[in-house]
């Protein structure tokens, strides 16, 4: 029998037909165990991660008061505000084929892996933009294999989870430039002082050049080098199409101005330290903001800081305090008609103590006297109620205790003075004799409707504020004065929004009708007499321009000034931190004159404004010496005002020429205009 041997060929083709099937059923499985692989990554949530962005706290005008980030100065903008040359730098020069490409550029891996195994290291990468922000997100920077791999499945699942353009907004977010910016706008904000929106053609191609060596590269550690990898990127951006040869001539031969390092250093130093602890702590403890959130969140504090008046407040303390002594000051200004925070010194210096006084507890002296005489206003007294000012000892307590105030330098009128005299006079007697008259415990229950609601003891010392109270509640209560009997809650936060624009929190002012408007404007009227010859603030009055009510404080460790315009209601203090003992005939008279200096800085770009006369007051020109309707033979008037139906009705008759002339009284003309308004101030 004959065997009949296959040929060669057909063996060969047979065999070859089995690899070929093998292979192919190699490929299928491949392909699904591909498939399933990716399905796989897509199935599962990338790793958390939190981008630190700059929580940034803005005046009321809208500047930036300070940016908080912790050591990561990143600011979040999304793809809206990135210039598209910033986008075509960024994809010219990193990842040309970004858009073809699903996370990993093999053309580009496979270039990179020959020059590697040439050099027998990982000379080269290939890493796409989305590799990149994998590793900035992910990983470490370190070069081995096993961190190229972990790389390559995050792009990938960059890739199945964002959009090109999210991933875009991410990476140009998340980049790093050296001196602590990170992302295209904290790094324009930098290096050109302008927003990313802002840049031009050259300078964009320069601020992308930046991360591929932060330090090599920085224009503000090596101007050469920046240069040079500008024109390379401007050059790529020609070659690949995104720039015609005029753009990049031109933008080549553009004269940049890049910020001086150290120039940014002092723009970005703190502005209003201590205002900014407060704004920190609102937010946290009033708001609930955590203090992750605050410090890393990208939140957008808006405030009621107006920046003039703050950068005034803070020049006038450095001029006025001495800086042989550690003596300090605290200033306080509020917007009394809304409650707005306008200013706020803590101290001499933030950077050597963060305490901010204007929320220490201390003595407020004589200052607090204005919510004693308010009562007694409401109680019957009038501004012509007569007092015997001399040394006196109190007894209370049932007869138990005793309680001997003592005049400022023991200077007594030993006579009868009225109310008015009192407040400018700061008369202590006079005070104390008032607060016995009306009970103690009202002066309790007074302190608490003008919103210093802390508890106090009722006793006669209290009439002479030998209790401890805070500038900001002194002022918050001398803000009901000023606007008009209507208690205003302080505000230093208006609106706080997170990255999104979402608004967060959103204040509103606050205010109450606690005091009546008719008694408020009479307690103004004396006030004003702080100011004039004889009252305590009348050495500063020649630094004033414009009506102003207010009132000194003085202890044996503490100096205060307090004192208002319709516009400003203003609160100084200045004394030591550990109680020593001030000297009134210098360093007690630095209150006054920050305050006095401050509201007229302040206000510079005010009219003088008065308070409005309320229904039911009338003004009447009274002689001071014995309280009867001045005539116009009386050589000293002084305008005073009164509920109707308290005001004086006898004449003065000591300086008529004759006894037998009927008087002829001293007529008051109420403001009904502006200008009669100017006219009555400068009169009087």
Request: proline content about 6%.
């Amino acid at each position: 029998m004959e065997v009949i041997q296959e040929s060669r060929f057909v063996l060969f083709v047979r065999r070859l037909t089995r690899l070929l099937f093998m292979m192919c059923l190699l490929s299928l499985a491949l392909i699904m165990l591909s498939i399933l692989g990716l399905l796989y990554l897509r199935s599962q949530p990338l790793p958390p991660v939190t981008i630190h962005e700059n929580t940034t706290i803005y005046a009321e005008d809208g500047k930036v008061i300070d940016t908080v980030n912790r050591g990561q100065n990143r600011t979040y903008v999304p793809m809206d505000d990135v210039p598209m040359e910033v986008v075509q730098a960024a994809l010219a020069v990193e990842d040309q084929r970004f858009y073809q490409h699903y996370g990993i550029d093999f053309r580009r891996v496979a270039g990179a892996m020959l020059v590697n195994i040439k050099q027998g290291a990982l000379a080269e990468g290939a890493s796409t933009i989305t590799q990149q922000l994998a590793r900035n997100l992910y990983l470490t920077h370190d070069k081995t294999w096993m961190r190229k791999i972990k790389e390559a499945i995050y792009a990938l699942q960059l890739e199945m989870h964002y959009s090109k353009s999210q991933i875009l907004e991410r990476y140009l977010n998340q980049i790093y430039f050296g001196h602590s910016a990170y992302g295209v706008e904290s790094a324009s904000r930098l290096f050109f002082g302008k927003h990313v929106s802002e840049l031009s053609l050259a300078e964009s191609a320069m601020l992308v050049g930046i991360p591929k060596g932060p330090r090599y590269y920085s224009p503000f550690l090596n101007e050469d080098n920046a240069r040079d990898r500008q024109h390379l990127i401007l050059n790529l951006m020609f070659q690949q199409g995104f720039i015609t040869e005029q753009k990049m001539k031109e933008a080549l031969a553009e004269e940049m101005t890049i910020l001086d390092p150290d120039a940014y250093a002092n723009r970005t130093a703190e502005m209003a330290p201590y205002f900014t602890d407060y704004v920190r702590k609102l937010a946290v403890q009033r708001y609930g903001i955590e203090e992750e959130m605050f410090d890393h969140g990208g939140l957008s504090i808006y405030t009621t800081l107006d920046p003039a008046m703050q950068e005034a407040a803070e020049e006038i303390v450095e001029e006025q305090l001495p800086e042989d002594r550690p003596l300090q000051t605290a200033l306080y200004a509020m917007d009394p008609r809304n409650g707005h925070i306008k200013a706020m010194v803590g101290g001499k210096d933030h950077t050597t103590s963060q305490y901010n006084r204007v929320f220490a507890a201390r003595h407020p002296g004589s200052s607090i006297k204005p919510f004693l005489y308010y009562a007694a206003l409401e109680q019957g007294m009038t501004p012509l109620t007569l007092m015997k000012s001399e040394p006196t000892t109190f007894t209370y307590d049932d007869g138990r205790r005793t309680y001997t105030p003592q005049n400022f330098n023991n200077v007594y009128p030993n006579d009868y003075i009225t109310m008015e005299r009192a407040i400018a006079k700061s008369d202590n007697i006079y005070a104390v004799k008032t607060m016995m008259f009306l009970g103690e415990e009202m002066m309790v229950d007074t302190l608490h409707r003008f919103g210093i609601e802390r508890p106090f003891q009722p006793l006669p010392s209290l009439a002479l504020g030998a209790q401890n109270v805070t500038l900001a509640e002194m002022v918050r209560g001398y803000g009901a004065l000023a606007n008009e009997g209507k208690l205003t809650e302080p505000v230093a936060i208006l609106r706080i929004e997170d990255r999104h624009g979402e608004v967060l929190v959103n204040e509103e002012p606050e205010e109450t009708q606690v005091l009546d408007p008719g008694q408020t404007f009479i307690l103004n009227r004396m006030l004003r007499s702080v100011f004039e010859p004889g009252g305590t603030g009348h050495r500063v009055s020649s630094l004033l321009d414009r009506p102003v009510a207010g009132k000194t404080g003085s202890t044996d460790t503490d100096s205060w000034m307090i004192g208002h315009a319709p516009q400003l209601v203003t609160g100084v203090w200045v004394g030591y931190d550990q109680n020593e003992f001030i000297n009134h005939n210098n360093d007690g008279r630095i209150a006054a004159q920050i305050w006095a200096t401050f509201m007229e800085e302040a206000l510079k770009e005010d009219m003088p404004a008065l308070f409005p006369v309320p229904d039911g007051v009338v003004g009447a020109y009274v002689n001071p010496d014995n309280g009867m309707l001045a005539t116009e033979h009386c050589p000293v008037t002084r305008l005073l005002y009164f509920k109707e139906g308290t005001e004086p009705t006898e004449y003065c008759h000591d300086h008529l020429p004759n006894p037998d002339t009927a008087p002829k009284p001293v007529e008051v003309e109420e403001p009904s205009s502006f200008w009669q308004k100017i006219k009555q101030w400068w009169e009087h």
